[in-house]
C-alpha cells in the first residue's frame, strides 16, 4: 500500500475549500490466484493487480448569482503500469487486467479504469470516464470490445435525479470515445474494427446549432461543423478474419482480408449496438446476482450450459455492407467458383427477409425523430435519420438506403425472399442433441460442369458444411459421358442444390437436382428418356468433375418401336440400364399379335450410338408361349434364345394337338412392328397328324406371315419318307417331303412255282396344306410312277409303261388315278381244257454206289459219330450202330400230273394317290373287291 498524497487547503480570501488524495495498492500475485474461483465452479471475480484511487473535493465561490459549486472528481485506476494502450489498426485482443469477472465462454468483463464527476466543468452534468475489455461469447460467436477512454455524459441535473438528457450531447446512451476496437465473430468469421466518436470541441455555438436541431430536425447541418461529430461515428482500419475450416473450402481465401475503410455510421446504428452487448452482459449478471447464495454455483452453471443468445444481428447492422461482404475467388469445395461472403445470421430468416425488402421494396424515408430536452430518442429512430447534411468525401452509411442493402449487386439478384426456404438446413437441425453450428450467407457463381455457371446462395456454416440453391428454372445441364460422343442434355426441375463439407483430410462438394431430360444419342435408333411422370431422376455433380443421375426412365430404339421402362444410372463413365419392354407385332390372328416379346434386361448404353442390353422374359408365337426365353438388345438389332416345348399349338382361335419340342435362337427385327421379320433357327422335333420329324428347325417371319418349322428325318404313319419338312403358321399346317414305294400287283409264286409279275413303282415329292383339324386343304405333288415285268428267279424288272405326276390343287380333295387296268395275262390258259403237265421225280439208290452210313460209337470218352463208307470205316460203325444213311446215287422218271381247268392267272386292277385318315395314301382296286390301302 502507497499513499502518496493527502491534502487540505483553505482559501480565507475567498472562502473556499479545497482536499486531494491519491494511493495505490498492490496485491499478492498468489492472493488473486485464490480468490479467483473461475476455475472451480465455474463463474469468479479476479481482483487487480495494481489499484490506484484519486479523490478531489472543491468548494469555490463564483460571483454573481450563481451559487457556491461544489467540484467533486473520484478516480479508480486498475490498470497495470505495463499495460499497453489500445493501438490503432491492431487486432482487439483484450489484455485482461483490472478488476474481472469471468464465466469462461459466457462472458468476461476487466474493469480498468473508473471516474466520476458530478459536475462538467460548471455545468450539473454528472460524467463518467471508464475503459476495460467486455468479451461475450467464444470465438465462434461472441463480441469483443477494448475500450482505451470512455466519456458519459449523463444529462443535465436541474430538479435532483435523475438528470435530463440532452439528445445527442449529454445523453447516456451516446458515449465518446478517441477509440474503441471491436471484434464480431459470427461462425468462425471475424469483423475487426476501429470506432471513433471524440467529445466536440467546447465551442458556444454548439449549444445554439444543438437547440435549433432539436426544434427542427431537418435544420441543415454543416458536414464539418461540431455538430455532425455529434450525430455519427467514424469506423476506419477494418479487416475480417476467416475459419480454417472455411479457408479449407475456400482455399484461396486468406486467413486475413483487410478493408481500406472510412465510414460514418449514424448514432442510432451505435446506440443499438451498445444495447445488445450491454443487454447480454445484464443478462448474466442479473441471473447471478438475482440467486440466493446457495443457489449461486448452480445459477452459474445454468448460464454456462444456456448461455443467452447474443444480439449479433443489432451489431453487425451497424456496419456497412461492404464491410459485410467478402469477395473470394477460385474455388469452393473443389468446384471453380467466385464466392462472396455475407456476414449475417443464417438462422435469423427474419433478418434476411428484410435485406431483401430493403432491396426489393425499400422504405419511405423515415419521420424526423422527436427530440426534446429531457427526452431520448429511441435507437431505432435515430438509426433511419437522415439530417440535412450535405455529402462529403466520407462513406455514410444510411440503413434504409437500398444501395446498403447486403443482397444488393449481381451476385444475388436471381434471388428473392421466397428462396430463403429452400436453402437446405444445417444436417443437425431437427436433433435436439446435436446442436446446429453458427453460420453466414454465401453467394457463389458456381462452375457446376465445364464452362455451365450458375449462381448460387445458401448457408455456410462454422464446421465447414454448406448448403446453397440455385433460383429456379435455370434451364439445362450439359453432361457429357465417356464414349458418348452427345452431350446429355439435363433440364433441371425447380432448383440447383450445392452441398458439402470440409472433413479430415479434405472436402468434398456436390451439386444435386431432379430434373428430367431427352437425349438422343442416335436419331431414329436410341433414345434415352430421363425421369417419367412424376418420377424426376436425381442427379449429383462431385467437385472431382464426376456425376451421376439415377432414377426412372425409359430408353426408346428404332423409332419407338421399343420402349424400355425401369431405373437408369449414368456417370460420366457410363450409362446402365435396368428395366423392361413389351412389344408385339401389330399384325394379329384372331386377336392376338403374331409375335409378343418382353424381356426384363440390363445393359449399357456406350461407347457412341451402341448399345446392349439382355435378360430373361417372354417369347409368344401365335399365342403360344415358348420357355427359357432370353435375349439381348442390341444397336445391331435383337438376339433370342428359347424353347418350344407343347403339347399343342395354337393358330389363330382353333388349338392344334401336336408335339413341338425345339431350342431355338436367332434374331428379330424390332424396327419394325407392322412388317416385321424374325429369324431363329435351332434343332427339335413336331409331331402332327401321324408326322413325327426330328431335325434342324425353327421360327420365321416376314411379310405379316409366321411359320414354325423342322426340316429333317419324317416319318409319317410308320413309314419312312427320304426327307420331309413340317411348318406350323399362319396359313396352317404344311406338311411335305419326298417318298418312294415299290408294289407287286401280280402273284409272284404259285403253288411253289416262281412267275412273272407285275412290280408298281411310285417316286413323289409332295407337299401338303392342311388346316388346324388335319383337313386337306391343298396339295402339290411332283414325281412318277412306273410298271414293269419282274421275271421270275432273275429279278430283272422289265418296264412296261411309266408317267411323270404334277398334280396340284387348293381344294381339299385328293383322289387321283394312276393307273388303270382291265385285264392282264401272263399265259393263255382260259382256253384250255384237260390239261396235264409232266412233273420229274427222283428215286434214292442205296445198292449202287453204297451209301454213306452214319453211326453212334461208344468209346472211352463216351459217345462219337462214326462214318462208313465201301472200304472205308472211321469210328467202328457197324450194322448195328448206323443210325443214318446218305445215298450216293438217284434214279430219275416222269409222271404226267393233270391240272383242273380253267385256272385264271389275268387280273384286271386300277391305282391311284388317295389323302385319307390325315396322310398320303395309294389305292389298289381289283375288280369288285375291297380296295387296299398303302400308306406312303
Avoid at 496 to 506: K, V
Wanted: hydrophobic fraction near 45%; charge should be negative.
Amino acid at each position: 500500500m502507497d499513499l502518496s498524497r493527502l491534502t487540505l487547503g483553505y482559501g480565507f480570501t475567498r472562502n473556499s475549500l479545497s482536499m486531494s488524495f491519491r494511493g495505490a495498492l498492490r496485491l499478492p500475485e498468489q492472493l488473486r490466484e485464490d480468490l479467483d474461483t473461475a476455475d472451480t465452479i465455474g463463474a469468479g471475480v479476479r481482483l487487480p493487480r495494481d489499484t490506484k484511487l484519486g479523490f478531489r473535493f472543491d468548494i469555490i465561490p463564483i460571483p454573481g448569482p450563481i451559487p457556491v459549486v461544489p467540484l467533486f472528481e473520484f478516480d479508480l485506476d486498475m490498470r497495470s503500469d505495463i499495460l499497453p494502450a489500445v493501438a490503432t489498426g491492431g487486432r482487439c485482443e483484450p489484455s485482461w487486467d483490472g478488476l474481472e469477472m469471468n464465466i469462461p465462454g459466457v462472458v468476461r468483463v476487466g474493469l480498468k479504469h473508473l471516474a466520476f464527476a458530478p459536475m462538467f466543468g460548471i455545468l450539473p452534468i454528472p460524467n463518467i470516464r471508464f475503459g476495460g475489455d467486455v468479451e461475450v461469447g467464444n470465438d465462434s460467436a461472441g463480441i469483443t470490445v477494448i475500450v482505451d477512454e470512455m466519456f458519459v455524459l449523463a444529462g443535465l441535473l436541474v430538479q435532483g435525479w435523475p438528470p435530463i438528457p440532452i439528445p445527442l450531447l449529454a445523453d447516456p446512451s451516446t458515449p465518446y470515445f478517441d477509440n474503441v476496437c471491436v471484434n464480431v465473430r459470427l461462425a468462425g468469421f471475424g469483423i475487426n474494427v476501429h470506432l471513433t466518436r471524440p467529445f466536440p470541441k467546447p465551442s458556444p455555438m454548439i449549444l445554439f446549432e444543438l437547440i435549433g436541431l432539436i426544434n427542427d430536425p431537418m435544420m441543415p447541418i454543416d458536414p464539418a461543423g461540431e455538430l455532425a461529430g455529434l450525430m455519427r461515428a467514424s469506423i476506419s482500419d477494418a479487416f475480417i478474419t476467416l475459419p480454417e475450416s472455411v479457408r479449407a473450402i475456400l482455399p484461396d481465401a486468406l486467413g486475413e482480408i483487410r478493408k481500406p475503410l472510412n465510414a460514418e455510421i449514424n448514432v442510432g446504428q451505435l446506440m443499438t449496438a451498445v444495447q445488445a452487448t450491454a443487454s447480454t452482459v445484464g443478462i448474466v449478471v442479473d441471473a447471478i446476482t438475482s440467486a440466493e447464495p446457495a443457489d449461486v454455483e448452480r445459477a452459474i452453471r445454468q448460464v454456462m450450459a444456456d448461455p443467452p443468445r447474443i444480439a449479433l444481428g443489432d451489431v453487425l447492422a451497424m456496419l456497412p455492407p461492404e464491410l459485410r461482404k467478402t469477395r473470394v475467388g477460385g474455388s469452393l469445395a473443389g468446384f471453380d467458383a467466385r464466392v462472396v461472403v455475407l456476414l449475417i445470421e443464417a438462422g435469423a430468416p427474419e433478418r434476411l427477409a428484410a435485406e431483401f425488402s430493403l432491396r426489393d421494396d425499400p422504405p419511405a424515408p423515415a419521420a424526423p425523430p422527436a427530440m426534446q430536452l429531457g427526452q431520448q430518442p429511441s435507437a431505432s429512430e435515430l438509426a433511419r435519420y437522415r439530417p440535412a447534411m450535405p455529402a462529403d468525401r466520407t462513406r455514410r452509411f444510411d440503413l434504409d438506403d437500398p444501395a446498403n442493402s447486403l443482397f444488393s449487386g449481381i451476385e444475388f439478384a436471381a434471388f428473392a425472399a421466397a428462396d430463403i426456404a429452400a436453402i437446405p438446413a444445417h444436417r443437425n437441425s431437427g436433433d435436439p442433441l446435436r446442436p446446429v453450428p453458427a453460420g453466414v450467407v454465401i453467394g457463389a457463381r458456381v462452375s457446376v460442369f465445364g464452362r455451365q455457371r450458375f449462381r448460387f446462395m445458401g448457408y455456410l456454416f462454422e464446421d465447414g458444411s454448406f448448403g446453397l440453391v440455385s433460383a429456379v428454372d435455370v434451364g439445362h445441364i450439359r453432361l457429357s459421358v465417356a464414349g458418348i460422343g452427345v452431350e446429355l442434355p439435363f433440364s433441371v426441375s425447380g432448383r440447383l442444390t450445392l452441398a458439402g463439407r470440409h472433413r479430415r483430410g479434405g472436402f468434398y462438394g456436390f451439386v444435386s437436382a431432379d430434373g428430367s431430360g431427352t437425349w438422343t444419342i442416335a436419331p431414329g435408333v436410341l433414345r434415352v428418356e430421363l425421369g417419367l411422370a412424376g418420377k424426376p431422376v436425381h442427379a449429383e455433380i462431385h467437385s472431382a468433375g464426376t456425376f451421376a443421375l439415377r432414377g426412372a426412365g425409359r430408353i426408346l430404339l428404332f423409332n419407338g418401336a421399343v420402349r424400355i421402362e425401369g431405373s437408369i444410372d449414368i456417370s460420366d463413365t457410363h450409362c446402365f440400364v435396368d428395366g423392361r419392354f413389351n412389344w408385339n407385332t401389330t399384325s394379329q390372328v384372331a386377336g392376338r399379335p403374331i409375335l409378343a416379346l418382353g424381356l426384363a434386361v440390363r445393359g449399357r448404353v456406350g461407347p457412341s450410338s451402341t448399345f446392349e442390353l439382355g435378360g430373361a422374359g417372354t417369347l409368344t408365337v401365335l399365342g403360344n408361349e415358348l420357355l427359357d426365353v432370353r435375349g439381348v438388345v442390341s444397336h445391331r438389332g435383337a438376339s433370342v434364345r428359347a424353347r418350344i416345348d407343347t403339347k399343342e399349338w395354337r393358330i389363330g382361335g382353333a388349338r392344334i394337338p401336336c408335339s413341338v419340342d425345339m431350342a431355338i435362337a436367332g434374331e428379330i427385327n424390332l424396327a419394325k412392328r407392322h412388317k416385321p421379320t424374325a429369324f431363329l433357327e435351332g434343332a427339335g422335333s413336331i409331331s402332327v397328324y401321324g408326322a413325327q420329324i426330328v431335325g434342324r428347325g425353327g421360327v420365321t417371319m416376314g411379310n405379316d406371315s409366321f411359320m414354325t418349322y423342322v426340316d429333317g428325318s419324317l416319318r409319317w404313319y410308320d413309314r419312312q419318307w427320304l426327307r420331309g419338312r413340317v411348318e406350323l403358321g399362319t396359313a396352317g399346317i404344311t406338311l411335305s417331303g419326298h417318298a418312294s414305294l415299290g408294289l407287286a400287283l401280280t402273284p409272284s409264286n404259285l403253288a411253289g412255282i416262281e412267275l412273272a409279275n407285275l412290280f408298281f413303282k411310285l417316286d413323289v415329292g409332295a407337299t401338303f396344306r392342311l388346316d388346324p383339324a388335319g383337313g386337306l386343304v391343298g396339295f402339290t405333288i411332283d414325281g412318277s410312277w412306273s410298271l414293269g415285268a419282274s421275271a421270275p428267279g432273275t429279278g430283272q424288272i422289265f418296264p412296261l409303261a411309266a408317267q411323270r405326276i404334277e398334280i396340284g390343287t387348293d381344294t381339299g380333295q385328293l383322289d387321283k388315278e394312276l393307273i388303270s387296268i382291265g385285264g392282264f395275262s401272263l399265259l393263255p390258259l382260259r382256253q384250255m381244257s384237260g390239261l396235264t403237265v409232266p412233273i420229274p421225280q427222283f428215286t434214292p439208290n442205296y445198292d449202287d454206289p453204297p451209301p454213306v452210313e452214319i453211326a453212334v460209337v461208344d468209346s472211352v470218352i463216351g459217345p462219337i459219330l462214326g462214318f462208313r463208307w465201301d472200304a472205308w470205316n472211321i469210328g467202328g460203325v457197324t450194322d448195328d450202330n448206323v443210325r443214318a444213311k446218305i445215298p450216293l446215287g438217284f434214279s430219275e422218271s416222269t409222271a404226267d400230273v393233270e391240272i383242273a381247268l380253267p385256272l385264271d392267272l389275268s387280273s384286271s386292277f386300277k391305282v391311284a394317290l388317295v389323302w385319307r385318315s390325315h396322310h398320303l395314301q395309294l389305292k389298289i382296286s381289283r375288280g369288285n373287291t375291297q380296295p387296299q390301302y398303302h400308306s406312303l
